[in-house]
């Protein structure tokens, strides 16, 4: 089993930035792909950013593309989204992901290969 927490989400003013940071516990973190999701109102849960177990390959979604930034250390078990210039397109629940234990050198990019959730966090847009 692997365990996530998620923090760092909250309210923005369009423009502005936030970084959510996820903790990993219960198994070892560095053998896991990673990925962070998101889920508006009366819509499905899509692929943010993923990252390979070794912080070597990222993906991004083509809205966040420029805009975030997802990096892992796995000293400290942390996976996290650097969120910059935001906008209210962008509010929803974010969610981070671990799917392995892997030694795949693509990020994995599909929601059904995701074998852990953390509880989600907030992050809201104003305009």
């Known amino acids: 089993q692997v365990q996530l927490v998620e923090s760092g989400g909250g309210l923005v003013q369009a423009g502005g930035s936030l970084r959510l940071s996820c903790a990993a516990s219960?198994?070892?973190?560095?053998?896991?792909?990673m990925g962070w999701f998101r889920q508006a109102p009366g819509k499905e849960r899509d692929v943010v950013a993923a990252i390979t177990w070794s912080g070597r390959i990222t993906y991004y979604a083509d809205p966040v593309k420029g805009r975030f930034t997802i990096s892992r250390d796995n000293a400290k078990n942390t996976v996290d989204l650097q969120m910059n210039s935001l906008k209210p397109e962008d509010t929803a629940i974010y969610y981070c992901?671990?799917?392995?234990?892997?030694?795949?050198?693509?990020?994995?990019?599909?929601?059904?290969?995701?074998?852990?959730w953390g509880q989600g966090t907030q992050v809201s847009v104003s305009s």
């Open positions: 219960g198994r070892t973190f560095s053998n896991y792909a």
């Open positions: 992901a671990a799917d392995g234990p892997t030694r795949s050198q693509v990020p994995t990019r599909t929601i059904h290969q995701y074998d852990y």
